[in-house]
């Protein structure tokens, strides 16, 4: 390739990065892209690099808009790819026995709202549902009063909204109960469960050896009769419930006669009352799973255990199993996810609210600019296998760029500001563009009349120059560690000789207070006014990060950290 080729195709490579970006490009990335469309340049890589630095100079020349319509008119091809979608859609691994379509269920426990790790299950149900056709049942599992929240229950329905599931049916258990005791006064008549009044060290003793409690052997007849005399109040906490028969031999203790009703004295349920006898968990599973039509269900292996405790139930019934996927831990680093703790740190005020941007709640993430589609499709790119991860933040940040870097409109942020007067620069206005890829969107106007507010942190001792993002450079001159400021001309060529950062600034006279909150603490500044046009959207604070601006009122604007 001649060296005329060589730097055309290194222009279009810089200048497609710079309109996907909307920034100068790298010479690293530049030289990548022109390598890998063409690998026989190799063998030029001294001329590649050389060249590379004059095809960024020229792109870096040219305003936003002007990279755009250059872009546009050289390779149509190339701006087109911009927008479209080249990664393949995650495709889940296929369900045996799904080709009639699904029924399946999310299963939260409304002890407070839903965090990140209930979004896997969540969106692989999801997902499912929507891939294969089907029902897609939000069960609400509050069995155990001590652990529900009663603000839980509308919390729970707003952050299943708020991630956009397909749900079909809501059904709550404790609304259930006469269904679940009748199905137990069944399951006794059919010999596969029995009331036991043994204490429970007494009855520790014998399952860890391997023998039959006297209650097993109950006539059901009298079964019955210890049943009812538990659902009309004859017997206190702790001294009987109701044991599903199984097997004494399996080698693990905690398969042996397991129980499946127990009764509660205290606290009241905050939907039901004073139940007393309460469903556990693996009865009343079992039974929503068969009366719902539940045909796959999708949860973690921890659940391995209980898959197995439920199938005595499924046979002493005769109902079809399921099919069950379960998949590994997700280990999640970085954020508060206990409920109690939660709970805790909102009433010491440790945390403002569950929305704190320092717990690990959908509603946290909502606050911070997540997007539930981000959520879902980091989940979802997860999937369902066995294995133990990590859960990476990153790549929820990176699916969430995905979504925001198109639309949000670009403003400057001036972190810790330093009041700056450029000596001998003219007036001028400065047009910096809303979003580089959208010249539509039209621009914003910073009026500059001599002073300006600059980042502190980047203007450290020994700097000669900086270039102001879209104005002009400004020499920097230091009396011992004071530095000064002066107009230094408009040449690119300046400020790449210099090494000149370029860098965001505002007019003083055009600044309005803003803080930005991270996980690691507030970051005070200033940002342009028409910032609080966008209360509630995500934006790109340049140089800085995406921020979702929370507050806009007379004190300023209050901005949460999303991620760079």
Request: net charge neutral.
């Amino acid at each position: 390739m001649a060296g005329d080729e060589i730097k055309a195709a290194l222009f279009l490579c810089a200048l497609q990065n710079a309109v996907k970006h909307g920034g100068v490009p790298q010479a690293g990335a530049v030289i990548g892209m022109v390598m890998g469309a063409h690998p026989e340049l190799r063998k030029q890589a001294k001329e590649v690099s050389a060249a590379a630095k004059d095809a960024i100079a020229d792109v870096a020349a040219l305003s936003p808009g002007e990279r755009v319509a250059k872009l546009q008119s050289l390779s149509p091809e190339m701006f087109a790819a911009l927008h479209e979608k080249h990664e393949k859609k995650k495709v889940l691994p296929e369900l045996e026995g799904a080709e009639n379509g699904v029924v399946m269920r999310f299963a939260p426990n409304p002890s407070g709202p839903l965090h990140i790790g209930h979004a896997r299950a969540a969106a692989l149900n999801d997902a499912y549902v929507k891939q294969y056709g089907g029902r897609y049942i939000l069960r609400i599992e509050d069995t155990d009063p001590k652990r529900v929240d009663p603000e839980a229950y509308e919390m729970v329905k707003e952050d299943i909204a708020w991630l956009g599931l397909g749900i079909t049916e809501t059904v709550t258990q404790s609304e259930r109960f006469p269904i679940y005791y009748d199905l137990c006064k069944q399951l006794i008549e059919r010999g596969g469960a029995y009331v036991c009044t043994c204490e429970n060290e007494h009855f520790k003793a014998l399952k860890d050896a391997k023998k039959a409690c006297p209650c097993r052997d109950q006539p059901v007849e009298t079964a019955l009769s210890l049943w009812e005399k538990m659902l009309n109040g004859g017997f206190k906490e702790g001294e009987a419930s109701v044991r599903v028969k199984t097997d004494l031999l399996n080698p693990d203790p905690a398969m042996r006669d397991y129980p499946i009703f127990r009764i509660l004295d205290a606290p009241l349920h905050p939907k039901i009352g004073d139940a007393r006898v309460y469903p556990l968990m693996n009865f009343s599973v079992v039974a929503d799973d068969h009366l719902l039509g539940v045909t796959h269900v999708i949860r973690g292996k921890d659940h391995i255990a209980n898959t197995r405790r439920q199938r005595y139930i499924y046979d002493h019934f005769g109902w079809k199993v399921p099919v069950y996927r379960h998949y590994g831990r997700m280990g999640i680093e970085g954020v508060v996810l206990s409920t109690s703790q939660m709970h805790a740190g909102i009433n010491e005020g440790k945390y403002t609210g569950w929305d704190d941007i320092h717990l690990g709640t959908l509603r946290a993430l909502a606050r911070r600019g997540i997007s539930p589609d981000a959520v879902k499709n980091a989940m979802i790119a997860i999937g369902i296998g066995d294995v133990d991860i990590s859960f990476s933040w990153d790549n929820l940040y990176a699916e969430n760029k995905k979504i925001v870097d198109p639309v949000a409109n670009r403003y400057f942020f001036v972190p810790d500001p330093l009041e700056a007067e450029i000596g001998g620069a003219p007036v001028r206005t400065a047009h910096a563009m809303l979003h580089p890829g959208h010249e539509e969107k039209g621009s914003r106007s910073l009026e500059f009349t001599g002073t300006v507010l600059l980042p502190k942190g980047e203007i450290v001792f020994g700097t000669s120059m900086v270039r102001l993002k879209d104005l002009f450079n400004v020499n920097v001159t230091w009396t011992g560690e004071t530095p000064s400021f002066s107009y230094g001309g408009d040449s690119l060529a300046d400020a790449r000789a210099a090494k000149a950062k370029i860098i965001q600034w505002l007019p003083v006279q055009a600044a309005t207070p803003c803080t930005l909150l991270t996980q690691d603490g507030e970051m005070k500044g200033a940002c342009e006014p028409a910032v609080k046009a966008e209360a509630g959207k995500v934006v790109q604070f340049e140089r800085v990060a995406f921020a979702r601006i929370d507050a806009a009122d007379k004190s300023g604007i209050r901005a949460y950290f999303t991620h760079t």
